[in-house]
């Protein structure tokens, strides 16, 4: 790395996050001396643990107390998830499913010929994919630029295959994700439930619509980086064909019909921004949650398209079905689509509430995941610095952006309720 690169690159984003964080801190501790919201159970509870009082647990907290980890390779893997659920109890999903996901299409594709693939699969049938897949000819696993909807199913069909012609290997190398899921079941047996405390008001439920919400979300916080693609493939007219978005516009309306749920918490406190999401819009007419189901087709579209190679790369070659997945050839594969998907929904559509809290980690690994922004232009000619700096740079800006406006209503757009005359309340996510 050069000097420049690093002063860039590291140096001095590091800096302005340092002074910006203790400008943050200092506003907080001149604005905000009381403890706020659940601060009331868990600095309570923090002393305690700090004086050596292990026996106090506060009921309504419903998470174990966060602890620090190591990292070591398959026993290690054990003991860091064990730790990943003291910080919350759904990271079981990210630690055993995500990882174990990709852990077994890695696994399928270390075998003799299991990254090769010919040519042409695209068009083969169900019957011909499944054959090539159980004599171990190869994955079928193409792009997500070259996929459309059924090579979604051909991969999981696929990968599905692989699994069973070749179970005592993907047993052995999936051991230790196993081995963390039989502990959160015998956690959750124990425990007679998902969360600690508050279990009344954290009733595990299936709540489908959750994986409509949270595209939304990706979109809004990632608008510098996927309003590209979206003009990218309007552009280009690589678009979903109609079949394909009445269909999934279809499964949206059965969604919000009958599985829109309303969580007591949301509508109780209008200090957070959920519940004027659902009081000024989703609740305002009944109608509204239909009109709502094309934007967040848009926005899922967009968020999964982000994910193949960025706009304006160079013209793309045809690629194989094949692959280690990841982001080889400047995009993901589908296989990393289907287990990221298969994730998030195991994460997600169990939890009544809607707070944005619940789709940061599925985002950050989907941002991690999106490939760089291109280094050549579309005729091949390298890009200057700046031009590939561009959407990064935008997204910096937006991110400051959105904290600003928030910080600055926390701190100084407080409003009283009624019942707690003196006391302010804060917007807050």
Known sequence: MSVMSFMYGVAIPQSVVYVLAGIWSNEVTRNVPDTYLDEVFHIPQAQAYCDGDWHIWDPKITTPPGLTSSYLKDFALVISGLVALSFRQTNIFWVAAFLGGLELVRTLKSRPNGATMPRGWGSSSYQ?????????SGVYDPTVDDAELEDYLKTGISLAVGACANFKTVVVSLAPYLTLLASFAGFVAWNGGVVLGDKSNHVATIHTPQMLYIWVFFAFFSTPLLLPVVLDA???LRLPRPSVLAFFLGLACVSVHFNTITH???LADNRHYVFYAFRWFLLR???ARYVAAPGYLVCGWAAIQGLGRPPSLAPKKPSSAAGAGGREGGGNRVSFV????ATTTLALVTVPLVEPRYFIVPWVVWRLHLPLPASTNP???QRVWWKKATPLALETVWFMTINFVTGYAFLHRGFAWAQEPGRVQRFMW
């Open 234 to 236: 309007l552009a280009s």
């Open 264 to 266: 007591p918490f949301t």
């Open 285 to 287: 007419h009944p109608l």
């Open 128 to 136: 011909d994919i499944i054959t090539h897949t159980w004599t171990g």
């Open 379 to 381: 005729d091949g000619q």
């Open 338 to 341: 289907l287990v990221f998907l």
